[in-house]
């Protein structure tokens, strides 16, 4: 008996069981349809909402169609223009200021295109700069070395050994110092010839020896430098405040001729032609 008792029993709690979980999913699904629903009346609402404003934007929209085409109607009245002439130039209208627009871009990308040139220039003449200074310092180096080169020789009143020219090219270099000025001249015997603020004259030559004589006349005195050599330098005083002069003769061309150059120091006096 007491089994019979407790199988009754033990099925009755399972249904009760299953009872409940029935309940409480009854109860959970009326909740989610109760959610749907309220969710399911709000997007209703605001979709009938969305709908009214909707309809008064196109009520509105319509309105102000229709006072547009009263404002053309009025001003194309005011200038004698039909609807049709209207629309045709309103189109000419946007023709061109999309040419006016085509036209910008075009100008832009020119200025652009010019920018970018200059820039490539800019760039350009900076490596030319950067290359004519190198170049430029090399050839300071290259004189300064030549220079250094050139034939010493004392003078033949001072103690000091001058730097003298043998032929125009050492001449240039010289000149390039810039410490003194320099006039090449060439004289022929017996002609007195004007050089800077002095003059020369030729008395003789000895093509055979390279020696000659000359006449110097400066300050109103004559220096008579007599059977000098070829490249000697030869020195004199000249000016309100002396200064040193000198002569070199480069060359005897004939038994007639000769050539070279005077040179004076920088603050002394320089011939009209010259200043």
Known sequence: ??????????????LLGAIGVALVAALGGLIWCYTLNTKAASQATELSDAKQANVKLAAEL?????RLQVTTDELGKSLGLTQKEMDTRAEAIIVREEADAKRLENAQDKTAQQVNAVASDVSS?????????????????DLATTISQLMAVKGDLSSTNSVIARNHDELVLLEHKGDRNYYEFTLTKGVKKPVGTVSLE???????????TLNILADDKNYEK???????????????DPMLFEIVVNSISSKNTI???????KGAPVPPTAQ
């Open 226 to 240: 007599k059977d000098r050599n070829v490249n000697e330098p030869l020195q004199f005083y000249s000016g309100k």
């Open 202 to 212: 030729l008395k003789k030559t000895d093509p055979k020896k390279n020696k000659f």
């Open 1 to 14: 008996m007491s089994e019979l008792e407790e199988a009754p029993r033990s099925y009755s709690g399972a």
């Open 125 to 141: 003449v900076k490596t030319d700069v950067g290359g004519v200074k190198t170049d430029l310092g090399k050839t300071q180096t």
């Open 62 to 66: 319509r309105e102000t169609d229709a």
């Open 259 to 265: 050539s070279g150059y005077l040179t004076t120091p």
